[in-house]
């Protein structure tokens, strides 16, 4: 089991200078505790559930240039980026950049995008789910056309390349792995099957198995390795030595984010002894990364104790 870290609050950063001070300590931290990766969401307002839309909220790509510039061999990536935000070439080429400035630790997080409410805000347009899906299998055969292939040329029904350069090249071979998130079982996993290179899920245990199950089968049908699949799930995590202190934290929760978290979106709260019970079971179930979410008020501590008390002992 690998770990990764997501920082989707900004918050309770500071202000100005103070939110790359710590940026670096927490993902300084990270690293040394031997975290496989780091991740920030690509929004461009705080989602519900997490905070409201006029919170801090950071650019993701810009966010992990400046991360690359101060960590070593933490790999980063943008869990995930919605493809209707930038037009695939565009990614490819900002990928691109990040994984040879970074020295080849780029994870290329894509998915369909899902907040309607940002893109209307932004006047971006927000097709129809199905449209959005179209556009993410063309939109990773872009990609790699362009990670591959010294010119790329492509004539699909939404994205149409006449010979674009990306050079440089990434640094990683044959490309940066590729990690659509979302767990459709219809179209969503299906193109995992084909075309990714790790899956990003949510969920309880129940559900993760259940999803992994729809996705082998979606692998034996296109004839694709299953086990090539990094398998991962994000989940947000409470952890305390005093149970009292976790029930605590959980109550002080809106209502509806509670109801969301304890409803099988896949809460890990608990001991540090009961919280390695939970991860183990998402091993058992097929996970091999678990990204966290901390509580943002005590991310550091959170952080340290996860580390020590359950990461260290897996």
Same mark, same amino acid.
């Given at each position: 089991?690998?770990?990764? $870290?997501?920082?989707?609050?900004?918050?309770?950063?500071?202000?100005?200078?103070?939110?790359?001070?710590?940026?670096?300590?927490?993902?300084?931290?990270?690293?040394?505790?031997?975290?496989?990766?780091?991740?920030?969401? /690509?929004?461009?307002?705080?989602?519900?559930?997490?905070?409201?839309?006029?919170?801090?909220?950071?650019?993701?790509?810009?966010?992990?240039?400046?991360?690359? @510039?101060?960590?070593?061999?933490? +790999?980063?990536?943008?869990?995930?980026? @919605?493809?209707?935000?930038?037009?695939?070439?565009?990614?490819?080429?900002?990928?691109? !950049?990040?994984?040879? $400035?970074?020295?080849?630790? &780029?994870?290329?997080? =894509?998915?369909?995008?899902?907040?309607? /409410?940002?893109?209307?805000?932004?006047?971006?347009?927000?097709?129809?789910?199905?449209?959005?899906? $179209?556009?993410?299998?063309?939109?990773?055969?872009?990609?790699?056309?362009?990670?591959?292939?010294?010119?790329?040329?492509?004539?699909? +029904?939404?994205?149409?390349?006449?010979?674009?350069?990306?050079?440089?090249?990434?640094?990683?071979?044959?490309?940066?792995? =590729?990690?659509?998130? @979302?767990?459709?079982?219809?179209?969503?996993? +299906?193109?995992?099957?084909?075309?990714? /290179?790790?899956?990003?899920?949510?969920?309880?245990?129940?559900?993760?198995?259940?999803?992994?199950?729809?996705?082998?089968?979606?692998?034996?049908?296109?004839?694709?390795? #299953?086990? !090539? =699949?990094?398998? !991962?799930? $994000?989940?947000?995590?409470?952890?305390?030595?005093?149970? /009292?202190?976790?029930?605590?934290?959980?109550?002080?929760?809106?209502?509806?984010?509670?109801?969301?978290?304890?409803?099988?979106?896949?809460?890990? #709260? @608990?001991?540090?002894?009961?919280?390695?019970?939970?991860?183990?079971?998402?091993?058992?179930?097929? =996970?091999? &990364?678990?990204?966290?979410?901390?509580?943002?008020?005590?991310?550091?501590?959170? &952080?340290?104790?996860?580390? !020590?008390?359950?990461?260290?002992?897996?």
């Amino acid at each position: 089991m690998k770990f990764g $870290l997501q920082h989707p609050n900004f918050t309770f950063d500071g202000e100005g200078p103070q939110i790359v001070d710590k940026l670096r300590t927490l993902v300084g931290r990270a690293e040394n505790y031997g975290f496989e990766s780091f991740w920030v969401m /690509d929004h461009f307002h705080q989602i519900l559930n997490v905070g409201q839309p006029q919170e801090p909220m950071f650019e993701g790509w810009t966010t992990q240039a400046v991360v690359a @510039g101060f960590t070593n061999k933490i +790999k980063l990536g943008t869990l995930v980026t @919605g493809i209707i935000y930038r037009h695939p070439s565009v990614l490819a080429k900002i990928g691109a !950049s990040l994984d040879v $400035l970074s020295k080849g630790r &780029l994870i290329m997080g =894509i998915g369909a995008a899902w907040n309607v /409410d940002e893109a209307t805000a932004y006047g971006i347009p927000f097709p129809p789910v199905k449209e959005r899906m $179209l556009r993410l299998e063309e939109a990773v055969q872009v990609i790699k056309k362009m990670w591959t292939e010294e010119t790329a040329t492509f004539n699909g +029904k939404f994205y149409q390349l006449n010979k674009a350069y990306c050079n440089p090249k990434p640094i990683q071979k044959p490309y940066p792995p =590729i990690m659509i998130g @979302g767990s459709g079982e219809k179209l969503t996993l +299906k193109i995992v099957a084909k075309y990714a /290179d790790a899956c990003n899920i949510f969920g309880s245990v129940e559900t993760v198995k259940k999803k992994l199950e729809v996705l082998k089968e979606h692998c034996r049908k296109v004839g694709r390795d #299953y086990d !090539s =699949i990094t398998k !991962s799930k $994000l989940g947000h995590l409470i952890i305390d030595k005093d149970k /009292d202190k976790v029930t605590q934290t959980i109550n002080r929760f809106p209502e509806e984010r509670r109801r969301a978290l304890l409803g099988g979106a896949g809460l890990m #709260y @608990g001991t540090p002894e009961e919280v390695r019970r939970q991860v183990d079971a998402y091993r058992d179930a097929g =996970i091999e &990364l678990l990204i966290v979410n901390l509580e943002p008020r005590m991310e550091l501590q959170t &952080l340290d104790l996860f580390a !020590s008390e359950v990461v260290k002992k897996l």
